[in-house]
């Protein structure tokens, strides 16, 4: 299996919610900044203490309980983490900004995949990042749709995609 060896993935706990929300915050106003403009950023990852953070913590609390969410932990230290509903649609994958480039989104998607599959999803789809599209692209991934979102007036791009989940794929 790829990715770092003393590596976890873990299910999600409650407790790793305030965690989670501040590493999401960072890589984004970070990592995401070779794809975005500062205004884009901005706009999808607002300060977690504003008004606007708070309300995202309390999208990404809802999105994590009504999922199967897995967890990277290097004992203790959380390296990223991504969730997938039971229908297979991928709603989060953020990896730390320390941790980029290691295999830990790849040691994640293998644990989505592997629970939707379980979960009876027949595909597993997203709406990707223009950073995260090579990756899935990678792992089999078709663009279904070239998507143009606009959040807090600040419109962005990103791509519905999609796998089809057969044993062994
Ligand atoms: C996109 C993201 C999740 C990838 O995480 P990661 O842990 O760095 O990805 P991995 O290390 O598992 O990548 C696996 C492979 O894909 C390659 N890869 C990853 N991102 C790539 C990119 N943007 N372009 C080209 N190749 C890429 C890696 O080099 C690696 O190749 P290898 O297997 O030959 O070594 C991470 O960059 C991130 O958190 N981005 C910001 C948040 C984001 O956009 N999330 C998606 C929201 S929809």
């Known amino acids: 299996m790829s990715g770092p060896p003393d590596l976890a993935v873990r299910p999600y706990r409650a407790d790793d919610l305030a965690l989670l929300h501040r590493l999401m915050h960072e890589t984004t106003h970070t990592v995401s900044l070779r794809d975005y403009t500062p205004a884009q950023v901005a706009a999808w990852a607002p300060d977690p203490e504003s008004p ?19 967890v990277a932990d290097w004992a203790g230290e959380l390296g990223g983490f991504g969730n997938v509903t039971s229908a297979g649609f991928m ?23 592997a629970a939707a599959r379980e979960a009876g999803a027949r595909q597993m789809d997203t709406h ?3 950073t995260l599209r090579p990756l899935l692209e990678r792992r089999g991934y078709q663009v279904l749709e070239r998507r143009r979102v606009v959040v807090v007036g600040v419109a962005m791009e990103n791509f519905w995609m999609a796998k089809g989940l057969s044993p062994g794929t």
């Open 128 to 130: 990707a990042s223009l």
């Open 52 to 70: 606007a953070g708070v309300a995202q913590r309390a999208r990404l609390s809802a999105s994590l309980e009504a999922s199967i969410a897995c």
């Open 91 to 113: 709603d989060y994958l953020y990896v730390h900004r320390e941790h980029q480039g290691r295999g830990v989104a790849s040691r994640l998607l293998t644990c989505l995949e």
